[in-house]
């Protein structure tokens, strides 16, 4: 494989993972916003489990956007790993913030 075909993988690589970050961050922050306007009406209706899962799935929500860019590559990394050419460049490869 020429390094023009590698550069090309990783551009495509960097380009998927760039695209799940965002949409997992724009589902986490949908689910945050309708938590924070649903929490009155689960409170008024005494939804105790409710209330539960709401905190306890904020809680791992807010503790993945903190790792959202490695959250983002191993997605990337399940969802391109089986293609030709990918596997041999997604080996090498690790999640950073460069």
Do not use: C, H, P
């Not at 023009?4 to 949409?23: F, G, H, M, P, Y």
């Not at 986490?28 to 009406?41: D, I």
Request: aromatic fraction near 12%.
């Amino acid at each position: 494989m020429s390094n023009q075909d590698q550069s090309e993988i990783v551009v495509s690589i960097r380009k998927k993972q760039e695209n799940i970050a965002l949409t997992i961050g724009v589902i986490f922050a949908m689910t945050l916003s309708v938590y924070f306007f649903t929490y009155a009406m689960v409170t008024d209706k005494g939804l105790t489990n409710v209330l539960w899962a709401m905190g306890i799935s904020s809680v791992v929500i807010v503790a993945m956007l903190f790792r959202l860019q490695s959250v983002a590559f191993f997605v990337a990394r399940m969802w391109l790993g089986k293609r030709e050419g990918y596997q041999d460049v997604l080996s090498g490869m690790t999640a950073s913030k460069d």
